[in-house]
């Protein structure tokens, strides 16, 4: 799937996530405008996007029975998204990153920049 933002893909995305039984799938190039979460069938997509523009976007779906164990999502950029997850008697940190494959561009740089600041000021890694 190349991204989210076409008619169809959220259905076409739940639908693979329940043939193989997958409960939370990092997400990337989402190109929804606005942070948030969607109710989409029975999973809630949380989403992060780029400001001015439907382009790059990353995130998580997480399947409706795991709803009451996430902590917190947080999305810190349009490239980078995470997921606090309640898994007692340890949380789980899920990091969903997106690099263009292109070279060190200003928004590559600043995407990197980000992940930096993000690591370096985390409490309790």
């Not at 997509?45 to 999502?73: D, Q």
Request: glycine share 8%.
């Amino acid at each position: 799937m190349l991204s989210l933002y076409r008619t169809g893909a959220c259905q076409n995305l739940t639908d693979v996530l329940v043939i193989y039984g997958i409960h939370i799938a990092a997400l990337q190039k989402i190109r929804w405008s606005g942070n948030g979460q969607l109710k989409v069938e029975k999973y809630i997509i949380y989403f992060s996007r780029m400001e001015e523009r439907n382009r790059f976007g990353s995130g998580f779906a997480v399947h409706e029975s795991l709803e009451p164990c996430i902590i917190e999502f947080n999305p810190v950029s349009e490239r980078i998204a995470v997921l606090r997850v309640d898994t007692q008697p340890l949380n789980i940190v899920l990091v969903c990153t997106h690099q263009q494959k292109q070279g060190m561009g200003t928004s590559r740089m600043r995407s990197t920049s980000n992940w930096h600041t993000l690591m370096n000021n985390w409490q309790g890694i």
